[in-house]
């Protein structure tokens, strides 16, 4: 009977433990491929400095994007991360460009 509630005990032991580990590496998982998506600074200033050279038809949407992509915050180990998505480029490509027509 000793043997037995003993086995019990450290079977219960074991299964809190591999609990709080699964919890743990879940918790690494989900911080290590969060992303912050954006737009930086850097970036905004990228697109802003090629407005007029978009305007007049001397670099296309795309030249721009992949120089404002340059400036993507990889972060470390890819954690905090902060990757443009076209979408993100294309509005605020649009909003900069209402801004200066007005």
């Not at 998982?29 to 990228?46: F, P």
């Not at 296309?60 to 180990?77: M, T």
């Amino acid at each position: 009977m000793e043997k037995s509630l003993e086995v019990l005990k450290v079977n219960h032991l074991y299964l809190k433990m591999n609990l709080n580990n699964k919890i743990v590496i879940l918790l690494m998982i989900l911080i290590s491929t969060n992303s912050y998506s954006g737009i930086n600074d850097k970036q905004k200033t990228v697109i802003k400095s090629q407005l007029f050279l978009l305007n007049e038809g001397m670099l296309s949407k795309k030249d721009v994007f992949e120089k404002a992509k340059l400036f993507d915050n990889k972060g470390f180990f890819g954690m905090n991360s902060d990757v443009m998505t076209q979408e993100e480029f294309d509005n605020f490509l649009e909003k900069e460009e209402r801004g200066t027509h007005h």
